[in-house]
């Protein structure tokens, strides 16, 4: 079965360090990667997306993907109280749907 | 401003009824929308697929039935949770490929949600 593991959390940070959140998935023929932030009660709105091996930068977002390793990870620098909400990881295996992680709560603290 | 427009934001309803939501996306043409469910502290799980034009897609597990998937245009697809129960209550999102893209590589763009609350 294809998954997509996160750590659920939380994720306490303090206002301006960086925040790391990690993502491994199961399917070695994934093609592309997505990070996507919800705030409670909302809907997820797309942060990052990743195709290839190696950094990706936004602004003060970081993805890294390692496709030896299987893993896919999102930095936040200069973390934000309003950075504050859950951090969903979504894999696209080869020519398949998206899958969900179950999410990584992310806290920044003033 | 948002790419893809959910509607109702919110629902109550009572056992037995049905309850119809809609999903446009805007100033683009979507041949293909996603629809979610998502339960508290859970993650998205995919319901169906929504084709223009032809039947929709449903994930294993998720009855066709009552979970109604109609997209008529390359705008609008809607979803009705036909007879209604409260394990039904929970929020649906819909969601639509990056503008002009039926790929499944390409980012998602969802709606606002709707959260459903059977009585």
């Known amino acids: 079965q294809k998954e997509v593991e996160q750590n659920s959390g939380p994720l306490s940070v303090p206002e301006g360090a960086i925040a790391s959140l990690n993502c491994t998935y199961s399917?070695?023929?994934?093609?592309?990667f997505f990070w996507y932030r919800q705030y409670s009660g909302k809907s997820p709105e797309l942060i990052m997306f990743?195709?290839?091996?190696g950094d990706k930068e936004d602004g003060r977002f970081t993805a890294q993907l390692n496709k030896a390793s299987q893993y896919v990870s999102l930095l936040i620098r200069d973390s934000q109280p309003s950075d504050s909400a859950t951090y969903l990881c979504?894999?696209?295996?080869?020519?398949?749907?998206?899958?969900f992680g179950t999410g990584t709560r992310l806290q920044v603290f003033p | 401003g948002a790419v893809v427009s959910q509607h109702p934001s919110w629902v109550i309803c009572k056992s037995g009824t049905s309850v119809k939501i809609e999903c446009r996306s805007l100033?683009?043409?979507?041949?293909?929308m996603f629809w979610y469910r998502q339960f508290p502290k859970q993650s998205l799980m995919l319901m169906a697929t929504s084709n223009e034009g032809s039947k929709a897609t449903y994930e294993q597990g998720v009855e066709k039935d009552k979970f109604l998937i109609n997209h008529a245009s390359l705008t609008l697809s809607t979803l009705t949770v036909t007879s209604a129960h409260p394990e039904d209550s929970s929020f649906y999102i819909c969601?639509?490929?990056?503008?002009?893209?039926?790929?499944?590589?390409?980012?998602?763009?969802f709606g606002n949600g709707t959260r459903l609350t059977v009585t």
């Open positions: 399917d070695r023929g994934s093609q592309s």
């Open positions: 990743i195709y290839s091996n």
């Open positions: 979504a894999v696209n295996p080869l020519g398949d749907k998206l899958i």
């Open positions: 969601s639509a490929p990056d503008r002009g893209s039926s790929s499944y590589n390409s980012p998602l763009h």
């Open positions: 100033d683009f043409q979507a041949t293909t």
